[in-house]
């Protein structure tokens, strides 16, 4: 069974610095698609960045990119410029290529200090 | 709507009862994804609907929960004899495509339930 792990369960970093959230996953799958949400306090959950196993350019959304090792099943978040809008637990997500099931990790607590 | 909405947005229930959770998604969307999340952890599947169908309920936790999607587009979230182990926040999210890389799914703000 695919599995994910933030072992992380808190981070701070400063306003402007910049923090990377860790994440691993365990899979037999050879294509699927990697995510990361956010989910601000008492605020819906929104997509931040997601990566297809088969591309290796690692994406990129403004501030936000990842770091994909698809041999080490690792999947980092790199926030840049970090701002106190960023605060907020952080997922990050599974889904084997033909199924519909996401399979979220534990989460990480970014706190953003001024 | 803007957005996908949730009602109600809190319920407290008393062990034994039988509670329905209503997920109203975004006009037009294909897939609507159920979610249980506990206290402190991450959202855990539950099931997923492709318009009416029912395509994977391999995360229902027993046979007290159902989830139906009767005409596509508004789904409910039933729980029979509710039990304290239910107590969570249970989101529903929806995407306008069915999987594929360029899927993306939009949440909404959850149904907090108390079982007392």
């Known amino acids: 069974a695919q599995t994910v792990t933030q072992s992380q369960p808190e981070m701070s970093v400063q306003e402007a610095e910049t923090v990377t959230l860790s994440c691993t996953y365990d899979?037999?799958?050879?294509?699927?698609?990697l995510f990361w949400y956010k989910q601000p306090p008492s605020r819906q959950m929104i997509l931040v960045i997601r990566q297809e196993a088969y591309k290796q350019q690692n994406a990129t959304e403004n501030r936000f990119s990842v770091n994909f090792q698809k041999a080490a099943k690792s999947f980092s978040l790199k926030i840049s410029d970090s701002q106190l809008g960023d605060a907020a637990m952080y997922f990050c997500a599974y889904r084997s290529s033909g199924t519909y099931k996401y399979i979220f990790g534990t989460g990480t607590r970014l706190k953003v200090l001024a | 709507g803007a957005g996908v909405s949730q009602s109600p947005r809190y319920k407290v229930a008393k062990r034994g009862q039988d509670v329905a959770l209503r997920c109203d998604p975004i006009s037009g969307h294909v897939s609507l994804f159920w979610y249980q999340q506990a206290l402190g952890q991450g959202p855990e599947f539950l099931t997923y609907f492709q318009n009416e169908a029912q395509l994977d309920k391999s995360g229902l936790p027993s046979d007290r929960f159902f989830a139906e999607r009767p005409e596509g587009s508004v789904s409910t979230l039933k729980i029979q004899r509710t039990q304290q182990e239910d107590s969570a926040v249970y989101l529903c999210a929806s995407s306008i495509k069915a999987g594929g890389h360029q899927e993306t799914q939009y949440f909404g703000p959850g149904t907090r339930l108390l079982v007392l």
């Open positions: 899979t037999s799958e050879s294509d699927y698609y």
